[in-house]
């Protein structure tokens, strides 16, 4: 063993279980940021930087009526006194104090650049001047008179505010976010008067109201940008229960009409803590990659007020679709988090509902009050022990002058002449001579008096809760008449008190629609081969030969014209149709891709027809040994791979025919080549099941099936392309009730018994 390895460890090492001394540094690091960044006050509604900037501009008299000062000198007093952190943060925190389209209520009035909607930075602080608003000021009331505790700064040479008193509700009032260490808070801005309203009502009427009761004061959140809430009442109501949710925002727009049934659309106001350029840069981008087929241009017109102008790509898109496209692509429609994580008295991080956090408010407000009426008697108390003085000072005038000017102690002298104690022997003596003109008794007595009736009714005050209430609703109507709530009328809805964003239900768009506005609209041909191979080449004007483009042994089974927005309904021999989309499939390079890969086919099941979906369009579906009924075409939208069963069958049947249905009266033909004629009145309509028996076979199966109108006869065409028309009266001898067998057809009908040849 070296002789190292016998020395006792050195006085500075020591050793450390590193598990419990990282567990003991990361809490208290979390809990720091937790209290001391993070997450506001439940009280104030303030982060410590932001009270630390409301006090210094306190300490610098930067009232609502006082001149500005430069915004460095407001940041270098926080940093020096209270808040030992990098400056920019710092200004950044001020800046955003002073931002009316960030903050609801702002609290510092900014003169110079403090930035915009579009994200553009504020000027250096140096540039910028700021003062604190009547908003700052309603927070600082009564902080001088002993409303709050105050705290040692970080250097100990100093003092600030653990809290606001806080005359406003500002927590709900202006909102707050932050991330801490494994929790975060989202709050949403607030109407102050409706605030207001919902205070009262806990004062006044129900103490233990739900946020369900609020809610009809406390419609929901109000954003200094504006836009349209869309979330339900039910949905708000239940997250300000549980104090977590979301709020769904939409931008606000508007139709401007340019003549000729051309139109524009102009949105107006954006959801709040979007970015306009980036929003605009955002819609150009899914213009540029065409995800946007509804929407021509997107232009910025902005100045003072919001202007993005949206032009639709033709006079005859429907607004609505195409505001429901770009809500669903873009950030004109977003989702506030609401996540009222707040430190409960200061101390306690606690998720609270909407009662909680306005009770919260209500009893620190409660507490300012007895804390400030404790402060007034003892000013009181203090000025009439010193009127005392002053009245029998008054009264002996003369021998308050004599032992003041001959007396070597004069205060001791008075003390033991008039009986004063000396709180009103030192106020005598400190008197200037010029306010010996002022000793009235009568002006002396009446203060008295005057101090007397204040004394009992703060007595008064503090023996009595309700009395405390009722002077803590008196503030608030008063706070309320401060920021009016008017109606969203265009000149009073930018207001500081007015309700900026409005409440309503989104707008009943037809889904499909709105998916379907998402699709760029073009003409494609489908070509489907026997073997289940699809593809699906650009324009009409396709020439498909049936040997080439197939693989070896697989030719051509149907085309189809249509567009990329067109739905396909595809049966399948088991009786089951799935859906396909026209720009889901394959283009027209190579053989296409089997239809298996697209949708859950089942092994040994063929494709029988494949046609483009009709709203309200209905269908005779049939199987081989003749059964069937009349089903919609609505009832066979599937919304998944699987499909939908509509006809049931049995091996070794199977789906056989699904015939649009066009006519009062069925055709039905079988392999045995029997021809039945029979109303249509007669098939029941289903969405789904085996239906009932069309034609009657002894052998042999369904061949083909046609719905036709009596008044125009029953016509077929053979394979030469002739056609044949049997008028309803020739017929008599094929019309019969359905399920029976039929007779042969008329001469001419094509040898395959098919009514196309």
Excluded at 295 to 309: H, Q, Y
Excluded at 355 to 365: F, G, S
Excluded at 558 to 582: A, Q, S
Aim: charged share 30%.
């Amino acid at each position: 063993m070296a002789d190292s390895d016998t020395l006792p460890p050195a006085d500075d090492q020591r050793v450390v279980d590193l598990k419990q001394a990282l567990e003991e540094r990361y809490l208290s690091y979390a809990l720091s940021t937790i209290t001391q960044r993070a997450l506001p006050d439940a009280r104030d509604g303030l982060k410590p930087v932001h009270r630390r900037i409301i006090h210094a501009m306190r300490l610098l008299k930067l009232d609502p009526g006082q001149g500005y000062k430069k915004s460095a000198r407001i940041v270098g007093d926080v940093i020096g006194k209270f808040h030992p952190h990098g400056d920019q943060s710092i200004y950044d925190a001020l800046v955003r104090l002073a931002q009316d389209f960030a903050l609801r209520y702002p609290l510092v009035d900014g003169q110079g650049n403090f930035g915009n909607i579009d994200g553009d930075n504020a000027a250096a602080m140096r540039y910028t001047e700021s003062r604190m608003t009547d908003v700052a000021m309603r927070l600082l009331d009564g902080i001088a008179e002993d409303a709050i505790d105050f705290k040692p700064t970080y250097d100990g040479e100093d003092e600030e505010p653990v809290v606001l008193p806080s005359n406003f509700p500002n927590l709900l009032a202006n909102g707050s976010t932050g991330i801490a260490v494994g929790m975060a808070t989202s709050i949403p801005p607030h109407n102050v008067s409706e605030l207001c309203d919902a205070a009262l009502h806990l004062i006044n009427v129900n103490p233990q109201a739900t946020a369900h009761d609020l809610t009809q004061y406390v419609k929901g959140p109000d954003f200094p940008t504006g836009g349209i809430l869309v979330e339900s009442p039910s949905s708000i109501a239940q997250s300000y229960e549980t104090g977590r949710g979301s709020f769904r925002l939409r931008a606000k727009w508007e139709i401007e009409e340019t003549g000729r049934g051309v139109y524009l659309i102009v949105v107006t106001e954006i959801p709040y803590g979007i970015q306009k350029s980036r929003l605009v840069e955002k819609i150009a981008e899914l213009l540029l990659a065409k995800k946007l087929p509804l929407l021509k241009d997107v232009r910025d017109e902005s100045s003072d007020d919001i202007r993005l102008v949206l032009e639709p790509r033709a006079r005859t898109v429907d607004p609505v679709i195409l505001m429901e496209q770009m809500f669903k692509v873009s950030d004109l429609e977003t989702r506030f988090p609401l996540n009222m994580n707040v430190l409960d008295k200061g101390a306690v991080p606690k998720v609270m509902g909407l009662p909680q956090v306005l009770k919260a408010w209500l009893e620190h407000r409660k507490e300012v009050l007895v804390r400030r009426s404790r402060h007034r008697l003892e000013q009181i108390a203090h000025r009439l022990d010193v009127l005392a003085g002053y009245i029998i000072a008054y009264l002996n005038l003369d021998e308050v002058i004599r032992i003041i000017r001959e007396e070597d102690d004069a205060k001791a002298s008075l003390m033991a002449t008039f009986e004063l104690n000396d709180v009103q022997a030192e106020a005598i003596l400190n008197m200037r001579l010029r306010s010996l003109r002022k000793l009235e008794e009568m002006e002396l007595r009446k203060e008295h008096e005057t101090l007397t009736d204040e004394k009992g009714h703060l007595d008064a005050l503090l023996a009595s809760e309700k009395r405390q209430w009722g002077v803590i609703s008196t503030q608030i109507e008063a706070l309320k008449k401060a920021y009016p709530l008017f109606e969203a009328d265009g000149v009073t809805r930018h207001a500081l008190g007015s309700r900026r964003t409005e409440l309503k239900a989104a707008p009943d768009a037809d889904l499909s629609e709105v998916t379907e506005a998402f699709i760029e609209r073009e003409p494609i041909t489908i070509i489907l081969s026997e073997k289940g191979w699809i593809r699906a080449p650009k324009g009409h004007a396709i020439d498909v030969n049936d040997d080439k483009g197939f693989k070896a042994g697989d030719r051509l089974k149907l085309t189809l014209k249509c567009e990329t927005t067109d739905k396909l309904l595809m049966l399948t021999t088991g009786g089951k149709v799935y859906t396909l989309g026209g720009d889901k499939l394959p283009g027209g390079r190579g053989q296409g891709e089997p239809v298996r890969i697209m949708v859950d086919m089942e092994e040994g099941q063929d494709i029988v027809d494949l046609f483009i979906y009709r709203p309200g369009q209905k269908r005779i579906i049939a199987s081989s040994n003749g059964y069937g009924f009349i089903v919609s075409e609505d009832e066979m939208i599937a919304n998944t791979r699987k499909g939908k069963q509509i006809l049931n069958v049995t091996a070794p049947d199977e789906a056989r025919l699904l015939v649009p249905v066009q006519g009062d009266r069925v055709a039905v033909i079988g392999q045995n080549r029997k021809l039945l004629v029979f109303p249509l009145t007669q098939l029941a309509e289903m969405s789904r099941g085996k239906g009932v028996r069309l034609q009657r076979y002894k052998d042999g199966e369904i061949s083909d099936l046609k719905t036709f109108y009596a008044a125009d006869g029953l016509t077929w065409t053979d394979s030469s392309g002739r056609t044949y028309t049997k008028p309803t009266e020739e017929l008599t001898d094929w019309l019969a009730d359905r399920a029976t067998a039929g007779r042969q057809p008329p001469n001419g009908f094509p040898r395959n018994n098919r009514f196309v040849g």
